[in-house]
Every structure is written in structure tokens, then in C-alpha cells.
């Protein structure tokens, strides 16, 4: 599958000619000869035209990149107990969700499914997923990670600009029924908004609510459940259309400017032309959920609710059954979508870092992570005038632990090639209660490979203004209107 920079088909007449007035910013779709309308060409790169051509900064060496993934998988291989889990403080309350996602990290860094760390894995997970399901303790973060999971497969190589996906063995066909089920429990966890930490909380009125974070796991396994041919049935696309509407509720209501999106003057790709001049987007973020002190706006939880509302788009436009009715409610607030994924990654470019999770004093490399996701499933290798890519790469090299020194702070382990937040991240011990060195890892690892599938259908960038004065709806502004959240760190507090 390339990755594509497409326009979405607009699903009711107003949404058409609305795409129609932005002709001279998307590209245009010629009409042959016979007639036909002729599909818009596939164009690799979002914001840049050919991203296989993208290069990366001359101090970010690809071999560099390869040596540090090596790296990473050894060190979190060597820490695999011989059940096939991993000492992590996560296990206790997740269960196989830790492990289902280091094993994700493992296998996207390049690990086959026949290695032994998988295979002892794999049969823990199974084998605790029982245990849990029987006991009604399964958790949205575990399966959404495990749906992941039953999908992976390794890349064929390490090129972060490879425009094709490894071609699929599709060895999950044997796991399918398991699959179903593991959607099935998903669809359960909704609240009728997003997802809640599991079902248990939902049905029996436990004190946990939905949140922005169980939101983006689950539909990260929704999507890779798509990919492996179990499509959302009509109840279930109700649900993702509430959670649209939902994140596009929650969204900050006005926010500032943002500049165009793609490599400025003396940028190493600055001379790689842009397939879009659309105007720059509004910065309005999300935060983890609604009041109570949880709603600050983070760079985690708004590039969580742009891959979102990206995944929603995708399964509720994508191939799969349709229903009318919802397609046309979903026709009527396209448009809204799109101004929200983009003024989203507008508000990440307003705040950019790689070095900290912008407003955030915690959940670091869960929000590098997350900027991947973003980016990859837009299609923005630029958010802003930041090369996401190169800039996380550049600090993830230059933090991978590479001494082998005994670590007082880790069990006396030598430490050779993982990552630890709370040695690069502040003061000692400044994330300890939210992560640990083994997901800080995994992170790593799924930044560094890219290892999100990109969307069959990646959003347009929004045109604010243009010919015939083409607005794309956005909230009213507050009365008084908010101000924009200071790109500077905070001390860890609640949510994410």
C-alpha cells in the first residue's frame, strides 16, 4: 500500500461543492477521453510532493537509526522472563496488554514470528487473555494493543520513507474468530462517546469514565481489525460516529495561526516542492478528558485525538458495508472533521518538541509515539515547519542508554540500549509513576521503525480560504475566548 495523499469523497451534494471550491488547492481530477472521471494519482509525502525522495539531517545517519533498533529489540529481548512476559509495574493491572505491546515493538523493529521471544509471547498472552476474559477483567488498552499485535508483521526494510508496505502473509487468518471476539469486546467498552479503561465500567457503573487515551488505543485496534477483514457493522459505526462528535466537541473552541505546513528555507528537503498551498490551520488541541483538572490540553492527547479522528474517517468511509442514513449524517460534519485533524496537528506545531510532551511534565515517549501516529496517518512528514521524523530520530539517538553500566535506579541491569525517560526527561524519577524504561523502549521502537499503517484515505489539508471564499465550519468562539495553552512544560499531573 503507498502512501497516499488523497482527497476524501465527499458524501452529500453540499460537502461536493464545497471540495469543488478548493479545485485549485486539491489536486484536480482529469476526465479522460472516454469519459470517465478519472481517480486523483496516488502522491506519496502529505505536504511534500515524492516523500520517497525525503532526506534526512545530515547529523541523523540511517545506519545510525538501524544500530540503535538493533539495539533496543536486544535489550528488551534479554529482559523477557522465561514465561514470555516482562517484569514491567503495567502487568499487574493490563495484564498482556505490556507484553502484547513490546512484542509489538519486537516485531515491527524487525523480530519474525518464528523467533523464540515471540512464541513464548504469544503463548502468554493467550493464555493470560483467557484467564482475563473469564474473570471479566479484560482492559480496552490490552486488546486494542493486541489487535495491533495479531496483525504485525516485520518491514521488509528500514527505509522510514519506504512508499509500500511489507506485502501481508496474513497469519492472522487462523486467529480470526479470536479477533472478532476481541472487537466484539471493544464495541462493549463504549460508552456511547469513546472508551473507557474496560467493559466492567460501563456495564457495571464503576467509577471510571471514558477518556481520550482508551480512545485512541481502541480504535487503533479497530483499524488493524479492518485491515484483517473484520469491517464495523451498523451498530458499531454508530458508536464511531458519537465519538466523532464527541472529539469534535472536546476540541478547543479557537486557538492562533499557524504558518503553512512543509520545509522552510535551508531545510534539508527545502527544495522538494508542496503538493498544497492551502492556508495554515488554526492550533486548537484536545486534552485527556472533560474537566475535573483532566482537561489541559497535551501534545499526547492531541495527536491521540488526531489519529482518532483519522482511523474514525477511514472506517466510516473506507470499503465495507454502508448505510445510508449514517453516511449522509457523516457527509454533513466532513468538513468539521477535517478542520479538527488539521487544526489539531496545528496546535502540535505551535507547541513542537520532541523533548518533552508539550504541557506535560510526563508521558514522554508515549507522546513521541504518538506524534508518529500523526503523522504518519495524515500523511505530514512536516507538522508546521518541524520535520517530525528527523527531529524525533535526532534526540532518540542521543538518548539510547549506551554505557553498561549497572543501574542503580533499574535493578543493577545493564542498561545497553534501552531508553529511559526519567534520565533525559528532568529531574530523576520525574515519570516513574506513569512509565518505565521497557514501554519507553517500545516507544522508541515504534518511532524509529514508523510503524503505524497509514489509512486507506488520508485527509486533505482544510482550505480556510480561497476561491469563492471556501470556510470550513468551526465552533463559534468562546465568550471571552480562550487563550492559547503556553508551549512550556508542566509539572506530571492529571491525565496525559
Known amino acids: 500500500m503507498r502512501r497516499s495523499f488523497l482527497s476524501l469523497v465527499m458524501i452529500c451534494a453540499a460537502a461536493s461543492l464545497l471540495l469543488a471550491a478548493a479545485a485549485p488547492v486539491a489536486r484536480a481530477q482529469a476526465k479522460?477521453?472516454?469519459?470517465a472521471m478519472k481517480k486523483p494519482e496516488n502522491k506519496p509525502g502529505g505536504d511534500v510532493e515524492q516523500k520517497n525522495k525525503l532526506k534526512l539531517p545530515a547529523d541523523v545517519d540511517q545506519k545510525a537509526i538501524n544500530e540503535a533498533i538493533d539495539n533496543g529489540?536486544?535489550?528488551l529481548k534479554k529482559q523477557q522472563e522465561s514465561g514470555g512476559t516482562w517484569d514491567n509495574f503495567h502487568i499487574g493491572p493490563y495484564g498482556f496488554g505490556s507484553p502484547a505491546l513490546l512484542t509489538l515493538a519486537l516485531v515491527k523493529s524487525g523480530m519474525p514470528r518464528t523467533d523464540p521471544a515471540y512464541q513464548k509471547a504469544m503463548k502468554f498472552i493467550k493464555e493470560d487473555y483467557?484467564?482475563?476474559?473469564?474473570?471479566?477483567?479484560l482492559k480496552t488498552y490490552a486488546v486494542g494493543v493486541l489487535l495491533m499485535l495479531l496483525e504485525a508483521e516485520p518491514p521488509k526494510d528500514r527505509d522510514p520513507f519506504r512508499t509500500e508496505e511489507v506485502a501481508k502473509g496474513e497469519p492472522w487468518k487462523a486467529d480470526l474468530a479470536w479477533v472478532q471476539e476481541c472487537v466484539d469486546f471493544l464495541m462493549r467498552a463504549h460508552?456511547?462517546?469513546?472508551?473507557?479503561?474496560?467493559e466492567a465500567q460501563v456495564v457495571h457503573g464503576g467509577d471510571e469514565v471514558d477518556d481520550n487515551s482508551n480512545t485512541q488505543y481502541a480504535l487503533l485496534g479497530l483499524a488493524a481489525a479492518n485491515r484483517m477483514g473484520v469491517k464495523p457493522k451498523e451498530a458499531d459505526r454508530k458508536k464511531l460516529l458519537a465519538t466523532v462528535k464527541d472529539l469534535l466537541e472536546q476540541q478547543q473552541k479557537q486557538g492562533p495561526p499557524v504558518g503553512k505546513f512543509g520545509p522552510a528555507a535551508g531545510d534539508v528537503n527545502a527544495d522538494l516542492r508542496r503538493t498544497s498551498d492551502?492556508?495554515?490551520?488554526?492550533?486548537r488541541g484536545w486534552g485527556y478528558k472533560r474537566g475535573g483538572g483532566w482537561d489541559t490540553v497535551t501534545g499526547s492527547m492531541t495527536t491521540a485525538c488526531v489519529a482518532s479522528l483519522v482511523i474514525c474517517n477511514d472506517l466510516l468511509t473506507g470499503p465495507g458495508p454502508k448505510f445510508e442514513p449514517l453516511d449522509r449524517e457523516y457527509g454533513q460534519?466532513?468538513?468539521q472533521v477535517r478542520a479538527a485533524i488539521f487544526d489539531g496537528l496545528g496546535w502540535v506545531a505551535k507547541n513542537f518538541t520532541v523533548e518533552r510532551n508539550p504541557n506535560n511534565g510526563a508521558w514522554h515517549y508515549y507522546y513521541l509515539y504518538g506524534l508518529e501516529r500523526a503523522g504518519v496517518?495524515?500523511?505530514?512528514e512536516y507538522i508546521g515547519n518541524h520535520f517530525w521524523y528527523?527531529?524525533?530520530?535526532r534526540y532518540l539517538l542521543k538518548c539510547q542508554i549506551k554505557t553498561h553500566d549497572p543501574d542503580p535506579n533499574n535493578n543493577g541491569k545493564d542498561m545497553f540500549g534501552a531508553w529511559d525517560s526519567t534520565r533525559q526527561n528532568g529531574k530523576p524519577g520525574q515519570n516513574a509513576e506513569h512509565i518505565d524504561p521497557l514501554e519507553d523502549t517500545a516507544f522508541a521502537l515504534l518511532f524509529l521503525t514508523r510503524a503505524t499503517v497509514p489509512p486507506k484515505v488520508i485527509p486533505a489539508p482544510v482550505i480556510t480560504e480561497g476561491p469563492g471564499g471556501a470556510l470550513p465550519p468551526r465552533p463559534a468562539p468562546p465568550v471571552p475566548a480562550n487563550p492559547p495553552t503556553p508551549p512550556q512544560p508542566a509539572a506530571p499531573g492529571k491525565g496525559k
Open 377 to 380: 496517518l495524515t500523511g505530514q
Open 278 to 283: 492551502a492556508p495554515a490551520p488554526m492550533a
Open 32 to 35: 479522460p477521453a472516454g469519459g
Open 130 to 137: 483467557a484467564d482475563k476474559k473469564g474473570r471479566g477483567l
Open 191 to 198: 460508552t456511547g462517546k469513546r472508551w473507557t479503561y474496560g
Open 333 to 335: 460534519i466532513h468538513q
Open 73 to 75: 529489540q536486544a535489550w
Open 390 to 393: 528527523g527531529d524525533g530520530a
